[in-house]
């Protein structure tokens, strides 16, 4: 309803939006991506729950080619390292062996069918990364070494909260975080004018392209959400809907507080 009252195609900085505001952090978490394409290898994406790590890599491999990228997105990480394997092989559209062993050499022999016959780099997103077993961190390496560990055949990003950097930086991990190739770590919006563009390009992603918030009301904004796309978004939802109930076609202050009060 409140889509159709206001002409817009979707929520602003909803978790469909297809669109993001560029901005100095997803510049570089952009160029690094770009990177691991070129030469595959493993990166670690991090950062506080809301921020848009997700959305922003959902962003920048929607529109990789699916002749040369087969993108696997995997983030029900609470599982056996054995359980998660089979997930990655159904993704490849493998039958998954119930030894490890075949499992392992199974996948091993798609990936490079993929890479040598059809020139296609799969690259493998790992969210919720923090919650992954321990066993699953130290066999990895072993996943990953191909021709006595010659090749790099696919590009991997663990993507999780701010302490998977701590998670990875044990002793026991150590054969993984030497081959960590990128890392980069997502914050929140601190800064107010970049707030203000973050929250204008989302209504204009949408369809809207007029003023609907106050000065004030931005701040209002940012401080309740603290900077982060995700909140802010949730907010804007809710703001949006009372409006349509109000049959009003601006969100004024006042019913951005409410939103937030709806919120806590």
Known sequence: MYRQHFGITACPLDKGSKTLFQH??????????????????????????GVGKTAALRQLTQDLNPHRYKVIYSPDTACSPRDFYRNLALSLGIEPAY????????????????VDNKSVLPVWIIDEAQNLPPGFFRDFPAFVNY?????????????G????????????????????????????????EAYKALVVSGFES?????????????????QASQGKPRHT???????LRLA?????????????YQAVEGQS
């Open 147 to 159: 021709a006595f560990d010659s090749r790099d055949m696919m590009t991997v990003w663990f993507v």
């Open 206 to 222: 949408v369809g809207c392209h007029q003023t609907l918030i106050s000065d004030s009301g931005f701040e209002l904004l940012h």
């Open 24 to 49: 100095e952090q997803l510049d570089k978490l952009a160029e690094k991506f770009q990177w691991l394409l070129d030469a595959p290898g493993i990166g670690v994406l991090t950062g506080d729950a």
């Open 99 to 114: 030894r490890r062993t075949q499992l392992w050499r199974d996948i091993k022999d798609c990936i490079f069918d993929l």
């Open 244 to 256: 349509a109930d109000k049959g009003i076609n601006h969100l004024p202050d006042e019913l951005l």
């Open 161 to 192: 909260m701010t302490a998977l950097n701590a998670l990875l930086g044990r002793a026991i991990y150590s054969a993984l975080n030497s081959r960590i190739q990128v890392r980069v770590h997502l914050e929140a919006i601190q800064q107010a």
């Open 233 to 239: 978004g949730q907010l804007l939802k809710t703001a």
